[in-house]
């Protein structure tokens, strides 16, 4: 039974709340995660990759420390916050500069392409074996390795697209190549053992722009770009520019395991040959070494830089862990990164710096080095 109100509780105001205009009630905001300040060394400072991603750390003011090791001096006065040390990473003094610095983050970019190919294995392979041994013993939290979408090897079997769990299936032909897909398995077993330890492993799709010298960017700097007679794979590109804001972000974030990073979109070889105002010329993989002589008897054919089987076989990487779980969306898709790198060539050309080589002495260099030793046939780095 309802009893009706008295007359002070009829005759009592009703004060109505007056919300000033444009606020609203609303529950306080979750707190944002609070960036923690990174002490970074970059291994292999003085080369493409250390120093471009030094000089974008430096911009970022919540960075306390970047240190660079390399055992080639970088160019002077470059630099305005990163301090260099010159030292060999399998120096057993890296134990000591990583507890004095109180670094914990590293990001390893110490790897080589050379022409001596135990040096460039033994810098490779157990530069990054050392590497990886020193951040386990003194406790560095984080620890970044750049890799390729080619240690999954180019297979005619491979699916269409390539998940990071999809196993390392690279041929190890050329001791370049085979560097990485030693580095990653050894980084896989190590990661089992370390699961403390946040190791990010970036895998770059092939890599081309206006000024980074890759497997690609060799492969279609020449008028002719050799190609295998009925295969045309589909190819994805990484922009330069991607290549080091995938770095900076794999520094700032804990994430654990292999990434692929790439564009978006995928592309056929020759359309990427013709978008780069090259020739392709159809050869017959059967046959290589005869076809090899052959191409180095003509003045106008280069032997290509890259393996024969990433010319003709599908190596397309997933891409979707990239943008869900790593965080990270690239800024150019492969057609924009392939206009880049013409436009850039064709300005060059106009202007009178065009680096084409002599293709025919080009030929005849790369063959006489094949007929000394087969294993180094073909070439794929990126």
């Given at each position: 039974m309802n009893e009706r109100p008295?007359?002070?509780?009829?005759?009592?105001?009703?004060?109505?709340?007056?919300?000033?205009?444009?606020?609203?009630?609303?529950?306080?905001?979750?707190?944002?995660?609070r960036f923690v300040t990174r002490r970074v060394m970059i291994t292999g400072l003085a080369g493409y990759w250390g120093t471009r991603l030094a000089l974008r750390l430096e911009q970022d003011p919540r960075y306390e420390l970047i240190l660079g090791v390399d055992t080639q001096v970088p160019t002077a006065g470059q630099f305005s916050r990163t301090e260099f040390l010159g030292l060999d990473v399998k120096s057993p003094m890296l134990l000591d500069v990583l507890?004095?610095?109180?670094?914990?983050?590293?990001?390893?970019?110490?790897?080589?392409?050379?022409?001596?190919?135990?040096?460039?294995?033994?810098?490779?392979?157990?530069?990054?074996?050392?590497?990886?041994?020193?951040?386990?013993?003194?406790?560095?939290?984080?620890?970044?390795?750049?890799?390729?979408?080619?240690?999954?090897?180019?297979?005619?079997d491979n699916p269409n697209f390539l998940p990071e769990a999809w196993p390392i299936r690279g041929r190890p032909y050329h001791p370049y190549f085979r560097s990485y897909v030693e580095v990653e398995k050894y980084a896989s077993e190590f990661l089992g053992r370390h699961?403390?330890?946040?190791?990010?492993?970036?895998?770059?799709?092939?890599?081309?722009?206006?000024?980074?010298d890759t497997a690609l960017s060799r492969y279609l700097r020449d008028r002719i770009c050799?190609?295998?007679?009925?295969?045309?794979?589909?190819?994805?590109?990484?922009?330069?520019?991607?290549?080091?804001?995938?770095?900076?972000?794999?520094?700032?974030?804990?994430?654990?395991?292999?990434?692929?990073?790439?564009?978006?979109?995928?592309?056929?070889?020759h359309r990427i040959i013709r978008m780069a105002g090259r020739t392709p010329l159809p050869i017959v993989t059967g046959l290589n070494f005869p076809i090899l002589n052959t191409l180095a008897s003509l003045p106008l054919v280069p032997l290509p830089p890259i393996e024969i089987d990433y010319l003709r076989y599908l190596w397309v990487a997933e891409t979707a862990r990239m943008k869900t779980q790593f965080g990270f969306q690239p800024l150019h898709t492969a057609e924009e990164t392939v206009k880049d790198f013409a436009t850039t060539r064709r300005v060059q050309r106009f202007a009178g710096a065009d680096d084409s080589s002599d293709?025919?002495?080009?030929?005849?260099?790369?063959?006489?080095?094949?007929?000394?030793?087969?294993?180094?046939?073909?070439?794929?780095?990126?």
């Open positions: 008295s007359e002070a509780q009829a005759e009592k105001p009703v004060v109505i709340e007056r919300r000033r205009p444009g606020r609203r009630s609303r529950k306080p905001a979750a707190p944002r995660p507890t004095a610095q109180r670094i914990d983050t590293v990001v390893h970019l110490n790897i080589i392409h050379s022409k001596d190919k135990e040096r460039m294995l033994d810098n490779n392979v157990l530069g990054t074996r050392h590497v990886l041994a020193a951040c386990a013993e003194v406790g560095v939290k984080k620890l970044v390795l750049k890799s390729s979408t080619g240690v999954y090897g180019a297979l005619p699961p403390d330890l946040h190791l990010t492993i970036l895998r770059f799709a092939s890599i081309l722009g206006p000024t980074a050799p190609t295998i007679l009925g295969f045309d794979p589909l190819y994805q590109v990484t922009h330069e520019d991607d290549v080091l804001g995938a770095l900076a972000r794999a520094v700032e974030a804990d994430f654990n395991g292999p990434v692929n990073i790439a564009g978006d979109g995928v592309l056929y070889l293709m025919g002495e080009y030929a005849s260099a790369v063959l006489r080095d094949i007929l000394e030793d087969p294993e180094e046939d073909d070439l794929h780095a990126s």
